[in-house]
């Protein structure tokens, strides 16, 4: 019983790594596991449990649990972007440990189990997909307000800009560049790019809540509907690199917030990596399969 309870103590002061990251002594693994505590919920708590036991006893590396942990942020990320829900993933994540316990990196089997998800309720959204998703879903409207936000932060940070910015205390929301409810200057500009049979206010509707017309920004009631030129101003005086990026631009319509949506893609795309190639997918393996891996060695 003493032994237990030990085991017991020893898995609770793991936990509470997971649960407060910043008793997380590795640098690269304390990162991991804040931005999955910022993600919310407690979906990740069985296999960030799993990988810590095996840190702690010397059978991986911290650098191959963070790595095996952003594989598991990368796909909540890229199942947000492609706007899936997320019934499943508790399921998912229940039974990423036992691939841990094969042999080889648990980074590995964590990317090549996810990888077996690509039809589906499980599918992990590969690279064209993210990429149209973020081009043409409305991001404003998938997910929830603090995933959607985390998104935005996690690109910000990737200018990793010389003068980070606090979030704890910055008070930061989702702006819209091209306004919700936009006044009729903006209209008239989004006239200029109209095409055969389109209207200003079809060309808004498409645009006006992908990822590639939102920042982030403490100034949301300065910012307002105003017209470009008076966000050109606010935007410019921001720490953040992507509002700078906004205010360099000489005006803000289709091709501008086009373009935008297509870099932060790229960057998208090398910050949440995807699934691999070659891996059978479940919904096409045999079933048997599935027992004969089940018969002990």
Do not use: C
């Not at 404003?140 to 910000?156: A, D, H, M, P």
């Not at 990737?158 to 980070?164: I, L, M, N, V």
């Not at 289709?254 to 373009?259: D, G, N, S």
């Amino acid at each position: 019983m003493e032994a237990e309870i030990a085991r017991f103590a020893l898995r609770a002061d793991r936990l509470m790594r997971i649960v407060e990251p910043e008793r997380e002594a590795d640098p690269q693994l304390k990162a991991a596991l804040e931005r999955l505590s910022r993600w919310g919920g407690q979906v990740h708590y069985p296999l960030a449990l799993h990988l810590l036991d095996l840190v702690d006893e010397g059978r991986t590396t911290a650098e191959d649990a963070a790595t095996a942990l952003a594989y598991a942020e990368s796909y909540m990320a890229r199942r947000l972007f492609a706007g899936l829900s997320t019934t499943g993933s508790n399921r998912v994540f229940m039974e990423l440990p036992k691939e841990l316990d094969k042999d080889g990196s648990p980074a590995k089997a964590v990317r090549r189990f996810l990888s077996r998800n690509r039809t589906g309720a499980r599918l992990w959204p590969g690279d064209d997909a993210v990429r149209d998703a973020i081009r043409t879903r409305l991001f404003y409207k998938t997910g929830r307000s603090g995933q959607r936000f985390r998104i935005l932060r996690r690109l910000e940070e990737s200018y990793a800009s010389s003068e980070p910015v606090d979030y704890a205390n910055a008070k930061l929301t989702v702006e819209h560049v091209l306004p919700q409810k936009p006044a009729q200057q903006w209209f008239d500009l989004l006239a200029e790019e109209t095409g055969d049979g389109e209207s200003p206010e079809e060309i808004h509707g498409m645009l006006v809540h992908t990822l590639g017309n939102l920042t982030l920004t403490g100034e949301n009631a300065k910012l307002s509907n105003h017209p470009f030129r008076r966000k050109q101003e606010l935007l410019d005086a921001s720490a953040l690199r992507m509002n700078q990026g906004i205010a360099a631009q000489e005006r803000w319509g289709r091709a501008e917030i086009l373009a935008r949506g297509e870099e932060l893609a790229d960057r998208a795309l090398q910050l949440w990596p995807g699934p691999v190639d070659g891996v059978v997918h479940s919904d096409d393996e045999w079933a048997g399969w599935r027992e004969l891996r089940a018969i002990p060695r």
